[in-house]
Nanobody, 124 residues
Framework: QLRLVESGGGLVQPGGSLTISCTAA??????????VAWFRQAPGKEREWIAT????????SYATTVEGRFTISRDDDSSTVYLQMNRMGPDDTALYFC???????????????WGQGTQVTVSS
């Protein structure tokens, strides 16, 4: 299992943008060899899948709640996975987690390495 670290969370105004990042502890390039997903958990709600990117970045998938607004990408040179979030609204307020898995999936069960999360708050 990898130890993942999310960063870049913070406060953003409605309609604004934010990009969060995910890396493996100690910059392990092994992250490049896993599909990676972003999940989020809002207060009082279950954790939900947001997006997945394949090894190499050739395939991406999004939840309908974020498709067209969020973009997942990866930079294998820096072993970093990004989630760019645009046109954000209060419903996007959540703790955002990245996860590395063994299969390209939207199911939590396919991901065995998780970060601690980064808080994103959308508020004026």
């Amino acid at each position: 299992q990898l130890r993942l670290v999310e960063s870049g969370g913070g406060l953003v105004q409605p309609g604004g943008s934010l990009t969060i990042s995910c890396t493996a502890a100690f910059g392990h390039v092994v992250l490049n060899y896993h599909p990676v997903a972003w999940f989020r958990q809002a207060p009082g709600k279950e954790r939900e899948w947001i997006a997945t990117i394949s090894i190499g970045g050739g395939h991406t998938s999004y939840a309908t709640t974020v498709e067209g607004r969020f973009t997942i990408s990866r930079d294998d040179d820096s072993s970093t996975v990004y989630l760019q979030m645009n046109r954000m609204g209060p419903d996007d307020t959540a703790l955002y987690f990245c996860a590395a898995g063994t299969a390209y999936s939207f199911r939590e069960s396919q991901y065995d390495s998780w970060g601690q999360g980064t808080q994103v708050t959308v508020s004026s």
